[in-house]
RNA sequence: GCCACUUUAGCUCAGUAGGUAGAGCACAUCCUUGGUAAGGAUGAGGUCGGCGGUUCGAUUCCGCUAGGUGGCUCCA
């Protein structure tokens, strides 16, 4: 086979396919005679397809291809499609898949495959790309149904197993918003009912920890209706967000970063400048006072600059490192917000590094070590992943000096110690950038870290920054935009699913709760939070007139890591009695044992 | 922004073949003072997202609009 793309491929243009497509052609033949969860995912979404052309009229078919998680198919038809034709559609494909037909392959020449995809327009259009490629073209039948198609499949319906459509969806054809919007209709596979239950269990697992199901539960924040993609965040959220503030703070000054502060509102004059105005000002909120125009900050970007700029500056200056937790608002599209992961106002652990070309290097391996070592300190540094965005067609800079910035950012990985891969061509306009996607508890990829090389902003045609050289002359500096954390409000969203709200100790909201077993023992239990307060604690006390199981029950339901049960056995003998999240009752320790035992725990 | 779906009490959800609504949890008051995952009683709470249409009558049917959800495009 080598490494010919198969035919019926859909265009490697469709993101998000490609892969499926290099993971396929990697594999080697004598894999195909097993039958494999691709297979089965893939024959299921052409059994869907076939069922939808026998219940409805005018079906115009597009690709259907196997997922991470099972398969879709894209149609175009008259009919609007939706969860209510599920049952329908399912038990089609029942009926298909109890027929047990084999799924025949074929190779054919481009006027075979012309005469059998007649007014299929989407797949004559699939089919020109095959032909252009000039690789063989190859169909699948499958009863009186066929279809241009590079398989693999299984060898007859029945094992697929059982199909379960899941969710209807718009999806612009090719993926790109210029097409036609297609009926995207998705759909899992399982063994049997079984494994379907298995898997629809799991997904329950997955909506109980979503942020936007917690953060209400865990009263950590809210989302106004009026306010879309605004967060209004309460004492509970706002006690993880300056923890993680102050915590990412300690690291960068640790870091050689110094913080700075710049204007939320600056005149439409400076965004004109650094080029914004014109890019980007459909994102940007703009407002008006005494006839001038301003706009909210998208980016901190151009106030770093303005810092920069406000005094003579000599190489000896550099590297520059200007930490901001600048809050920046950005119009996003509706259709793009989701819960605090995508949101229209953030704050980013934002810093802009002013630099020499000569320490590109060295400062982009400052950071991936940085990077490291914070996501190490929540997990996230085992399954990292790394992206290279080389140059695009539409850039600016002559190539010579995006090779250069491409190899420091590859040298410096590699002085990390990271692997990375790379991505052509999807760099910014103004430089190339690595991107650090990170994977969570449940398995999913989360893109929060990235360092980009910027020639622009700094640049005379842009917002002017310069620095006297060892030479005497001015020179314009590198700028690299980087964030470990990518927006605090993003982080912590993935931080709520993947701890599924139980924080660890130094993140939790509330550390401690002391339970009184009776108000006779509440003066003692205002006593214990006197002394863990004393000690940073976030503690409280339940005086409520509830029994103690309900209070234990409660502080569960809180996810408090720490439960002390205070009664008069215990003031008593000055001990606690410690019941702590996952690992259940401790038994009693002295106060002094516990301020000891937490100390250890109050930093990551 | 695009396509589909969706919106009932603070939260999770019932419900009305069109005759202005219910549960559990949460909340309030009272009783209970109980040593490791829900003690009991009573009560308060909603012009059923907004605007318009059909109708004797709309939370229910239709249209528009806003938000949300799932995708697509984009993205921290």
Known sequence: MGVRVPPGAPHAADRGIFWYNTQLQGRKQKDMAEITLEQRRHSAAHLMARAVMNLFEDVQVDIGPATDEGFYYDFDLPHRLSPEDFPKIESEIARLIALDEPFVRKEVTADEAKKLLAGQKYKLERLADVVADGVAISTYAVGDYVEMCRGPHVEHSKQIGVVKLTRVAGSYYRGDEKNKMLQRIYGIVAKDQAELDEIVARAEEAKRRDHRRLGTELDLFHLDPEDPGQIFWHPRGWSIYVTLQDYMRRKLVKDGYREVNTPAIMPRSLWERSGHWAHYQQNMFITESEKRLFAVKPMNCPGAIEIFKSRTRSYKDLPLRLAEFGHCARNEPSGTLHGIMRVRGFVQDDAHILCTEEQIEEEVAK??????????????????????????????GDEATWQHAESALAAACKAAGMDYEIQPGEGAFYGPKLEFTLVDALARQWQCGTIQLDYQLPSAERLNAEYIGADGKKHHPVMLHRAVLGSLE??????????????PVWLAPEQVRVLPISDKALAYAEKVRGALAAEGVRVEVDDSAEKLGAKIRE??????????????????????????????????????????????ELEP
């Open 490 to 503: 993003r982080f912590i969203g993935i931080l709520i699913e993947h701890y599924a709200g139980a924080f």
């Open 367 to 396: 950071f991936c070590r940085l990077l490291k070592d914070v996501y190490s300190d929540f997990g996230f540094d085992k399954n990292l992943l790394i992206k290279l965005s080389t140059m695009p067609e539409d850039h600016v």
């Open 555 to 600: 502080a569960s339901a809180w996810k408090v890591p720490y439960k002390l049960v205070v009664g008069p056995r215990d003031e008593a003998a000055g001990t606690v009695s410690v019941r702590k999240s996952g690992e259940g009752d401790l038994g009693a320790m002295s106060l002094d044992d516990f301020v000891a035992k937490i100390r250890g």
